[in-house]
């Protein structure tokens, strides 16, 4: 088991290398991986239920005993990164799959990768968990309205059917953790050591499986996609450190609203425009699942290296 979790923290440590290795196998490889785009939604559902397993009521605290800086951090996720999207799509004008995919992109919760990331960068683990918790928790609602708003105007956009899906594979398996949790107790402990390498396994086959079905599309116009997801992602990590700047947050709080801002769950995104709209609006997911996470560790690795007078409440945050 011991080996298991070592293997375990070394997969988390080098998610990015396998995410990129995936894409570029299921691109030059497509027929591998035809077969795996059904299990998206359950591999999507099981990295979930692993969130469930490790939220703890003290992951909620962080909103009660400093509300302002959370509810910051949720506002910020849910208006910069769909609110660029939209424009980023209006004025590169994008055809109209690849827009509503870096729409939909743009309006998922924080993904489960920033709380690595910041812990990483010595910002406030604590606030990122619980930005994070509470994003994802809002998503039904949020996410499908913001898609129904700012989408529409290149295809159709159905509110009910994306809140049941949200619903159904990030809600449902997060109960479905949060029970195992509380049935199980110190038993669950075991399984979580291993989850970073069960959600690593999972990104990666849902990376490769987009890849890999929309082959032709991503020949014919990848590098547009791949510069617009650089973008995006480079805006969100930039205005969400910006808005913690304006609101005179600490520099610990600083690093992780830049973190939670500009990563995206970005596997919810994949699995919503393959059930609800084609293979090309799944693309801009999947690149961003890549490249978050290769920018995300050069971001704090430029981060861990920035002090200030908050530096010890930092310190505290990580250990």
Excluded at 269 to 293: C, K, R
Aim: glycine share 6%.
């Amino acid at each position: 088991m011991r080996a298991l979790a070592a293997l375990s923290r070394f997969a988390g440590n080098t998610f990015a290398l396998w995410a990129l290795l995936a894409a570029a196998l299921a691109f030059f490889q497509p027929e591998w991986f035809r077969s795996l785009p059904p299990a998206i939604v359950p591999l999507l559902g099981i990295i979930m239920f692993g969130m469930g397993l490790t939220l703890k009521p003290e992951d909620f605290r962080e909103v009660f005993r400093k509300p302002l800086r959370v509810f910051l951090g949720v506002a910020a996720q849910f208006v910069i990164m769909p609110g660029m999207a939209w424009l980023l799509c209006r004025l590169l004008q994008l055809p109209p799959e690849i827009a509503v995919g870096v729409i939909l992109v743009g309006c998922c919760p924080g993904g489960t990768a920033s709380n690595v990331i910041t812990w990483f960068s010595r910002g406030d683990v604590a606030l990122s968990v619980a930005i994070t918790a509470v994003t994802t928790l809002l998503a039904p609602l949020v996410t499908p309205a913001l898609i129904w708003l700012l989408a529409s105007a290149w295809l159709p956009v159905k509110f009910s059917a994306l809140f049941l899906s949200i619903v159904q594979v990030v809600i449902l398996p997060i109960v479905l953790g949060l029970v195992a949790q509380r049935l199980l107790g110190a038993r669950v402990r075991a399984a979580v050591d291993i989850l970073p390498l069960v959600s690593v396994v999972s990104i990666v086959l849902i990376v490769a499986a987009v890849v890999a079905v929309s082959q032709a599309k991503i020949a014919e116009s990848g590098l547009l996609i791949m510069a617009v997801v650089v973008l995006h992602n480079s805006l969100g990590l930039l205005l969400g450190y910006t808005a913690g700047r304006l609101f005179g947050l600490p520099l610990a709080q600083r690093k992780t609203l830049a973190i939670e801002v500009g990563m995206q769950n970005s596997g919810l995104g994949a699995a919503l425009a393959t059930a609800h709209f084609s293979p090309l609006a799944a693309v801009p997911s999947a690149l961003f699942s890549v490249w978050h996470n290769i920018s995300g560790a050069l971001l704090a690795t430029v981060l861990r290296r920035l002090h200030d007078k908050d530096a010890p409440t930092a310190e505290k945050h990580t250990h």
